[in-house]
């Protein structure tokens, strides 16, 4: 099905834009770019002019759908569409968290006394221009107040102060990966569910990485727990390879707010400074976007056959990324780190 034909549209909105193209065409305009200009299949308009040849301007008006009228007023309707695009359905008196059909269809019953089927209530939703999503999973903790703050006053600041200074900014973060982390899809026979073989022990490697909106990547593999010496042999080997003063931003990990941390940026006149975001607010961080890339996109989907070859191919996928800074400029295109191109 074409997404250009104009059965998405509403039959009010079809009615407009039939007689548009109509009269445009009367004027003497091309049915084609008329049809190029309002989005539709050029056999579409020819079909319209061939109803208006045969039964006037009328057979271009909205027609009442038949069939069986809808059990929900318009407000009740409306009502749905609030529920579920504005509510956790914990508000509501329910145990979980995500929407099903079903859980609307207890609502509306509840609510309305109107008693619907699965189905009818997963057509009503289509309708309402509603889909099943994955979502994105917050933490309660996040506080708004700060994540405003930090987007519309905090890293505008840091931003020009970095400009002034001639200072890189980059965002870090701290992720680990395990070899029993799998991740994607692959063909197979319809009923029979396709075996890939691995290992079957678990190790596990933490990496640290740094990214900026220029494209620049720069990380660090290392074993067993993030501390605070290997956060500043991190830290060193960024300086060593900026040119100008380093302006890191890093989230609320203990070690990134460890006196030794503190003292060792201290130290370096100025030529490392840390900036902490607000916690627990990881989707203001591009750097995320990079564990995502190597996690999901890269190592989830290999075969693992031992730590050695796990950590190669961390470190390959890492280094591949590295030379693709237009993959990493990329990352800050997600909506949510607007707030940094914006400054």
């Not at 029979?192 to 220029?214: D, E, H, Q, Y």
């Not at 010496?229 to 003063?245: S, V």
């Amino acid at each position: 099905m074409r997404e250009n034909d104009g059965r998405k549209l509403d039959h009010r909105t079809l009615e407009v834009l039939r007689l548009r193209a109509v009269d445009q065409v009367a004027q003497g305009a091309d049915p084609r770019e008329v049809s190029r200009t309002l989005g539709m299949h050029e056999h579409t308009v020819y079909g319209w002019l061939a109803k208006t040849r045969s039964g006037g301007r009328e057979a271009l008006q909205a027609k009442s759908i038949p069939g069986r009228p809808s059990k929900l007023t318009e407000a009740q309707t409306q009502q749905v569409y609030d529920w579920v695009v504005g509510s956790d359905p914990r508000q509501l008196a329910f145990d979980f968290a995500l929407w099903t059909r079903d859980m609307v269809r207890q609502l509306i019953a509840r609510e309305f006394k109107v008693v619907m089927s699965a189905s009818a209530v997963g057509r009503l939703l289509h309708r309402l221009g509603l889909s099943p999503q994955r979502p994105l999973w917050r933490a309660w903790q996040a506080d708004p107040e700060k994540v405003a703050a930090w987007k519309q006053t905090e890293y505008p600041a840091i931003a020009k102060a970095a400009k002034k200074a001639g200072a890189t900014v980059y965002f870090a973060d701290e992720a680990g990966i395990r070899s029993d982390h799998h991740a994607g899809r692959t063909w197979g026979a319809i009923g029979r569910t396709p075996v890939v073989k691995t290992t079957g022990a678990r190790f596990s490697l933490n990496m640290i990485s740094a990214v900026t909106a220029k494209g620049l990547l720069r990380f660090s593999t290392f074993t067993g727990s993030l501390t605070a010496e290997k956060f500043i042999a991190f830290c060193k080997r960024l300086i060593a390879d900026t040119d100008g003063p380093v302006f890191l931003v890093v989230d609320g990990h203990p070690v990134h707010r460890s006196k030794k941390v503190k003292n060792f940026a201290a130290s370096t006149g100025g030529r490392l400074r840390l900036f902490q975001q607000p916690g627990y607010s990881p989707q203001l961080n591009p750097d995320e976007w990079v564990w995502k890339n190597i996690k999901h996109d890269r190592v989830g989907r290999s075969a693992i056959t031992g730590p050695d070859q796990f950590k190669a191919l961390a470190v390959a996928a890492l280094r591949r990324l590295q030379a693709m800074p237009h993959i990493v400029r990329g990352f800050f295109g997600d909506p949510n780190l607007a707030y940094i191109t914006a400054a």
